[in-house]
């Protein structure tokens, strides 16, 4: 029996490892693109799910949203979108990781505001079923906008 052996430089060898290990790792990679941007974040699939994250944060809601509508962000954050997301980046979104997407916005009636008997609405907005952003909005006198926070909560 006659064995051929060829004596291949350590920098073949090495580089031939090196792409079988990428022919290795791309599909696992090119299958988990476009997670993470929003994979820590809440997912509301339900009515009865986006009531209960906003009671989680201590608010209480009407039962059933008073509008859904749906949001296009621009390719690129434009005023008002760039002050909007200011209040965003303080309570850990990043409207930025959705240009050119489009959200669904849930607005609630919120009944608990502190020292506020009406006109609070809490709004949510979804990018596939995760929560991405939201505020609550106080109109009338002294009206207001503010994360989602309860404000017992806040410092």
Known sequence: MFI?????????LFLAALCLLVLIALPFFLSHQGEGKDSGAVRVKTNDERVAYLRSLGWEVTPEPVETLSVSLPDELVEPYLSYN??????GFDLSDFCGRTLSRYTYVVTNYPD???GCQA???LCDDAVVAGDIVCTGEGGFMTGLEF???QS
Do not use: C, G, H, W
């Not at 051929?4 to 073949?12: D, I, N, Y």
């Open 4 to 12: 051929v052996t060829a004596k291949f430089p350590k920098r073949r």
């Open 86 to 91: 200011a209040l965003q980046l303080e309570q």
């Open 116 to 118: 506020r008997e009406s």
């Open 123 to 125: 709004d949510i907005y």
């Open 151 to 153: 404000p017992d909560k």
